[in-house]
């Protein structure tokens, strides 16, 4: 009781240091009921190519994670490029909520006035938006306490919820989660306490179950700075050799390539923070964050975007910081399209697709997982520079197929489709085997037949009764 009053005693002083308002979060920032109702209302006005669903459930008062797909032919999963935009995970950090909003608003405006680039991006990709991460959360800082930053979790079990609870969204998935065991991570009350072991969180789980249908190609996830850098992007990766890893992430010139030049066109708001464009960072893995288990599982082009220099800026300045991250995140739906490798792996006899591994051996080393196509189309994507790479296609009881000198240009994704064949293939019938399976089947039909006669006869006489 001591500690709970000292920490109140705390928080007051900071809140009246900190600000001269009472703690409220002024009117400009997007509520989770107003996101609803203008999601909702996109939908209405655009069903062939908006569709509001549900990524998941929060994990205390299972708020839906609102997920946005824009999209062509909406309604249905197909054969196209992911990329995947999200914000609000740091429930304090509501600028992230505000740049999705206004992007998600912004494609359809201009979907609506023909303009080409929008009208191609609909079409060519699926657009997954997701405004929060950790809803519940968000709903704690519109209800007043503007410095809470994770979900509502109810770490020690008490059904009330106070300063022992919560988990950071943003340290639950499991790539690299055992790295960070300092007090930070583990101590419940912590800002960042990462759960009692990975996966504990429904917004997690639900984010991984996405990362795994969709293979996204490139995934954003958007904060502001409660410490930290303002005005950047972190790329992945560098990993340290006392901690696991083997350094630098083996797309490092890719990813910092392609993260020098999203930041390029995001204009810095003078009165915020910085002039200039904002700056690629490498991030390091030591949590198990949002971009490690993006790039670590699927090769995405995964960054965390610090906007800005604070969590609630100053609302006269909302409109202008938003605005400055539209031309990064069309960048980034060009990207999408942009150079690389794609293809279908297949079966080579049945024709059915695979899932298997596919590896650009000028890009790999120990630290990452399995690249893999996806299931339902046996599609993989990949983004690479320009360049001449060898490929290598693996799966188990498969024969490893490996192609040499597949040339990307700078059109687009080159393609190369694969037939795997099986080590062991099932076999085929002979002319025979077929002839005695047709006869089987046919006296099985006969005999069928032959028992409902029974059963009628025997029903009609009344037997049974
Ligand atoms: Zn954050």
Sequence with gaps: ?????????????????????????????????????????????????CKLDTLGYSTRDSVPMLRVKISDNVNIDEDEPAVF?????????????????????DIFT?????????????????????????????????????????NKCDNDDNGIFDFHDGVDNNRNYDFGWSIDDGLNATTPESLT?????????????????????YRPLVALDYHSPTYGRPNVAYYPWYWYSNEGGHGYGPDENLMQSICQSFTSLIEAIPDDSATGTYTARRALVNKGD?????????????????????????PALVDEIIAAHLPGQYYLLERALGPGITGIIRNSFTLLPIEAEVQVLEHINADINPRLS???????????????????????????????????????PTEVDVLLEPVNPE???????????????????????????????????????
């Design 193 to 213: 306490y990462k759960g009692e072991a990975p996966f504990t969180q429904s917004e997690n789980i639900a984010m991984a179950e996405f990362g795994w249908r």
């Design 110 to 150: 201009r979907y609506d006035e023909e303009d080409p680039d929008a009208v191609a991006y609909v079409t060519s990709l699926e657009i997954f938006c997701v405004p929060f991460i950790n809803p519940e959360g968000h709903i704690v800082v519109e209800e007043g306490d503007t410095e809470w930053r994770k």
């Design 290 to 314: 949002f971009k490690t288990y993006f790039y670590g599982n699927f090769g995405s082009a995964a960054f965390s975007v610090e906007v800005s220099d604070t969590t609630i800026q100053d």
């Design 1 to 49: 009781m001591r500690r709970f009053c000292l920490l109140a005693l705390i928080v007051s002083i900071s809140i009246s240091a900190s600000s001269d308002s009472d703690a409220q979060l002024p009117g400009i920032y997007t509520r989770y009921s107003d996101a609803l109702q203008t999601l909702t209302d996109l939908q209405a006005s655009h069903p062939e190519i």
């Design 85 to 105: 935009y999200c914000g609000g995970v740091h429930a304090d950090e509501v600028l992230g909520v505000e740049v999705i909003m206004n992007f998600i608003q």
């Design 427 to 465: 076999p085929v019938p002979t002319l025979s085997e077929w002839g005695m399976l047709i006869m089987a089947l046919i006296l099985l039909a006969f005999a069928t037949v032959a028992i409902i006669r029974g059963y009628g006869a025997a029903y009609g006489s009344g037997r049974f009764l």
């Design 374 to 412: 996806r299931p339902d189309y046996g599609r993989y994507r990949r983004l690479l520079a320009p360049g001449n790479y060898t490929l290598r296609f693996l799966k188990d009881d498969y024969f490893t197929q490996t192609i040499g000198n597949v040339i990307v240009t700078s059109a687009g």
